[in-house]
């Protein structure tokens, strides 16, 4: 049975008359080959009773190598259908960006800028001043600076104002990010020295007071973006603490984590402190990230004090945190329309899936409940839903936004055969499973893609069809 399978020689003979394998590259190809008859060696070797030598017809080859490159030639990073409710979904990409970054992301990458040429001068800038005025414009801020994340933001923070010093932070601020990055390992590299003051669930003024010593080089805040300490508890301001930290001669800093300049509350949602707040209160330094509440590309950026924001800049460590061209363009045009708050949010369109109307999320439900009955299949069951979308991204823990979508379920056909079925679609669409339904949540399914979501289902349930028929 091993002698009897084709050569890789024959199988590139059977290519070279279909135009299908015209630009596939050689090497490509000639990998894609081995792995077809690999898998057949490995079927003869693990069950010969059930290998038919029939089976490998010309065509049945050329088929298999097809998908085979296909496969290989296909992107890793791929767009996808968020059918989650999750707005800000880590696994997904995060943020979408607004078309004006869009737009200004393809000129910048497409051709040479003056990225880090001053036009005005007619020699070498800076590339921070792309975006430093307009973040003090918007935060008022007397400095700002961008790195590649809101870790990085911090490790650089505290590496440059702290390293072989102490950090006093309240034991209920430790907190754990995505990927189980600590508050505690990212002081550890940046060689700073923490000092917990307070209980995790109450911290009080005195806890920090009681604990600066000469060695104090700086008091820290950590925003709890990602989750919630409720019932019998207390935290310091930040205001208290810059005033605490006034008079005692030492810098206070800030890690808002998913900052914003939009005050949600104003929406109906839950309220988050804003980074022009944070401002206001005189710290010397505050971090938070471009990618998560704020709808840009992932950037972590810092405001604060000139005095304290000058030393930040010259660390020989900012230049291996440094961000790209790209990412400049990006956060550039979404920070442009902060300008006009209100703009802001129907643009950028992380704000705009947050603060979407009930109504017009059951509207887009109608649509695509629409789209599906014209599938016209009897096994098709479609069911209208109250939903809960989350905001993600490790930010407004408590807030749950009502929601809706709808629940399919095809007879015959599990939930979790639909989710893995639809996962492996051109493009992928992401859903959850919920009650033996498989649920697509509206709110974050974007203009166009009811109708792609309608193909998926329709080619699924005709392919259920196909096998009944041939069964």
Known sequence: MLRNLPGVDHILELTRHDSYFADIPRSVLTNSIRQVIGAYRKTILNDSDRFAKNAISDSTLLSQVKAETGRAMAYNLQRTINATGIVVHTNLGRSLLADAAVENLQIISARYSNLEFD????RRGSRYSAVEDVLCEITGAESALVVNNNAGAVLLSLETLA??????VSR?????IGGSFRIPDVMAKSGGILKEVGATNRTHLK???????EDTALLLKVHKSNYSVVGFSAEVGLSELVDLGNSSRIAVMEDLGSGTFI???RYGLVKEPTVQASVATGAHVITFSGDKLLGGPQAGIIVGKSEYLEQIKKNPLNRALRIDKMTLAALESTLRLYRDPEKAVQKIPTLRMLTRPLEHIQKRTNHLVSLLQDIGSARLEISEQALVSRAGGGSLPLLELPSRGIGLKISGVSANTIERTLRAN???????IENEYYVLDMRTIQDGEPELIRSAFSALIKGLEDDSTTQ
């Open 119 to 122: 036009l005005v001068a007619g």
């Open 163 to 168: 390293r072989g010093r102490k950090v006093i």
């Open 172 to 176: 209920g601020e430790l907190v754990e």
């Open 207 to 213: 806890d920090y007071a009681e604990a600066i010593d």
């Open 263 to 265: 005050d949600f509350s």
């Open 426 to 432: 051109n493009p992928p669409i992401i859903g959850r």
